[in-house]
Each structure stands twice: as C-alpha cells, then as structure tokens.
C-alpha cells in the first residue's frame, strides 16, 4: 500500500498523460483523445441532440481530444443510413454546435472524415449482423477499387471506381474538410482504415486495378496520397492532419506494418501530423479473437513513430491509466485514444487524474472542481484517500 503511494507521488510527477501537447498551432490540454466511434443516431447526417450530449459528455469529462465519430463525406460512402455527414451546408450549423460546445468546456474537437467505400450501404438496424440496408432504409450503390464485394453478408458487388469517380470521391474529401474548417473542427483525421475506401484502395487484396491506381505499393498508396495532400492543401496550415491507418491486414499477400511505414513516411512529406494507427477491416474472415489487435497496434505505432519519425496515437483496450502513461514514455505514441473505456466512463480522465495529475496538469470543471476536485469544498478526493 505504502509502496503504492510512493509509486503514485512519482507517477504524479512525471506525468506525460497530463502533459500538454502541441501539433502545430493546436495545444491538447492532455494526451487523452477520444477514438472515433460511430453512433447511428443521424438523420440525412445532420447530427442532433443525441451528438450533442454524447460528446459534451467526453469534453466535461476533461480529454484533451474529442475525434467525432467517422463521418461522410458524400451519402454514398455512409455505413449506414444514420451515419453523420459533411457532405452539404445543412449539416455544418448543427456541427458548429457541437465544436462550439466542445471549445467551451476546454477541449479540441477533431473530425474523421470518411468514406465507407464497398461497406457502405450496409443495415443500422442489423450491423452486427452485418446485412445490406433494406430497400425502406433506401439502400444504395457502393463503389470501389476494384468490383469485389466485401462478403461476410457484406454482399453487394462495389462499381470499380473509374478515373473520374476519382477525381470526384477525392474532390468529395476536400470539400468536406473545407466544411469542417468552417464548422469549427481544429483537427481532421482522414479515415484510411477498416477496410473502407482508401483501405481498400491500400490493399493488395482489395485493390485489383491495372491503372496508376493499382498494382504496385507506389500506384496503390496513391489515392491516399493525393487526397492527404488536397486536403492539407486547403485547410490552414496551422491544422494538424492525422491519418488512421490500418497498420496490418492479417492477412497472407496483404497490407503490412512494413507497408505502412513507408505510407507514414510519405503521408509525412505531404504534409501529415500524426499517423493514428488502427487495424483490420480488409479481410472478412479474420478471427479477430484469437489475435492481439491492440498489441499489434501499440507496437506498429512504435515502429511507425521511430522509422518515419512522425507522432503516433496508441489505440486499443486502453482502460489502465498507468498502461495509457507506459505507452507513452515508452514512446510507444504521442497521444492515447480511448473508446470503450471513455464510453464506459465518461469521467476516465477523472479516474486517471487520480493516479497521475496533480492540481497543475489536471483541472477539474469549475462546477465540479467545487465538490470532488483538488480546490473542493467538499474535498471528496482528499477526503476519500484519508478515510482510505
Ligand atoms: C462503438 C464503436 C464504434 C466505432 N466507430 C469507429 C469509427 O467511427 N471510426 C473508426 O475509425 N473507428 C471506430 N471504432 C474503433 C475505435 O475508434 C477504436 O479504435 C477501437 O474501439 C479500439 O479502441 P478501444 O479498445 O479503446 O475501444 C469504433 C469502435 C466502437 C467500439
């Protein structure tokens, strides 16, 4: 117990969680950032009360980072039918609401922009299930690479893209990061993982094109390359750009960690920040259970963070804050980004706090600080550890 206290202090001190962190012209308050993650709540991708509460919630509970949900960038590359978009002016105000939000309880909001690619279409009723949306859920044609479907009930054939569908899915993710500049968002993290578009763009195995956009690593890293840096283009150069990566298909003759290395390296000389590594999504029949994702994408994020030299985010089952702060002092990553944990315990940062912050690098709410935080009336934190 004694040593635990010791420990503790320690930890206190040497806090690289609670350590501000700046990427460009943007200043995180901590390393805690919430992962992106879907919540099928939109209609015709406006985001509404539901958005707002969900992630006020986050902001209130002190992360640095709060990374809105994976959000279309036209209708077709929606999920599902209820995924939350950026694809017209309607739906920037509603946005605007939420960053504003946001901003005032004293965190960033990020946006991931995504296109789902040949996963689109697919039923909010039944994802789980993993079946196409139904004609009432007005499903849609989907478009790909290559005319290979997903599978796994997944089954609708992809269009296989043509240079001008190109021309105008890249086109759909520069207007859309335009829209978030202007909705409020003060990072953007492109969505090339899980095998959705520019994932199955990457991929050997998803992407069966003879064209310039196919074949080699060089032609098959292309799309993303050229949307990264249209994108950087016309954001302020003040922005920080992240991209999630799927950093391995676990798949035979797929994607690999070596690949996206040599894709950070060049995702880097465009003009990205941070390489935000995830995994999978490519192959349907993975059994995901009998792997280590998460481990697989600490250690990625490590390599990927010492051989290209740009910053990392470690994410996956991160739920310890003492596992959060080891992997970053084992430069494992320069930000952790939380999901179920966050989900589960909106407050994490609030539980982490009371390992590793002190009065310092944590503050709590005002309305909080009153009753449970350092400066409280109540002082229920020292009060707990006395009566402890
Ligand atoms: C409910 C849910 C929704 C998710 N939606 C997205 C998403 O929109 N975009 C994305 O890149 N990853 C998504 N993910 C993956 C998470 O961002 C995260 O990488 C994953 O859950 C592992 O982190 P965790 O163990 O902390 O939850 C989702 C995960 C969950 C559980």
Redesign the pocket.
Known sequence: MIKNNIQTQDNKQQSLLFTPLRIKGVTLKNRIGV?????WQAVDGIPNDFHIAHYGQFALGGVGLVMV??TAVEPRGR?TPADTGIWNEEQVEPWRRITTLIKSLGSVPGI?L?HAGRKASTSVLSYSSKSMATDCENGWSTIAPSAIPFGDGIDKVPKEATLDDIEVLQQAFVSAAVRAVSAGFEII?L?F??GYLISTFLSPISNQRTDRYGGSLKNRMRFGLETARRVREVIPKSMPLFV?ISVTDYADNGWDVNDSVEFAKQLKAVGVDVI?C?SGGVVNDIMYSTLN??DV?HKASAQIQSEAGIATTA?????DPLKAEALLRDNSATLV???????NNPHWPYTAADLLATEHTFKYHVSYDYSIGWHGFYNWRKNMQNDN
């Open positions: 992962s992106p993650m879907v919540t949900e994976s999920i991931e995504a993290d969505h993982a899980h999630r935000d995830s994702p998460s994408q994410v996956g089952k991160i739920v980004l939380i999901g179920r944990a966050l989900l």
